[in-house]
């Protein structure tokens, strides 16, 4: 089973930069998208952003422009690069991939998450 290990989170100031991080405990070519989703208490799990495998990125709006997403290897696939930090980007932080094998089947990965705190 593949595990995923989200890293990078903590508790930064408003206005602050962090980079997450999210590495496989497997190579993974056979994606077809990787994601970064939030959850803050008592709402649900939101997406931030996704990055397809062709490279073609999405972002919720609440986080354009200042937050970008990224992949460079397939031992540490996806990364979110977090800029200018609001207190209501308070949340867990969880990395996915999906995709399909060249078998077919379906395969949906979620790491445990990393806490992301902004405040003064």
């Known amino acids: 089973q593949v595990q995923l290990v989200e890293s990078g989170g903590g508790l930064v100031q408003p206005g602050g930069s962090l980079r997450l991080s999210c590495t496989a405990s497997e190579i993974i070519l056979s994606f077809s998208a990787m994601g970064w989703y939030r959850q803050a208490p008592g709402k649900e799990r939101e997406l931030v952003a996704t990055i397809l495998s062709a490279g073609s990125r999405n972002y919720s709006d609440s986080v354009k422009g200042r937050f970008t997403i990224s992949r460079d290897n397939v031992k540490s696939p996806v990364y979110l690069q977090m800029n200018s930090l609001k207190p209501d980007d308070t949340a867990v932080y969880y990395c996915?991939?999906?995709?399909?094998?060249?078998?077919?089947?379906?395969?949906?990965?979620w790491g445990q998450g990393t806490q992301v705190t902004v405040s003064s």
């Open positions: 996915n991939v999906r995709g399909r094998t060249v078998v077919g089947d379906r395969f949906s990965y």
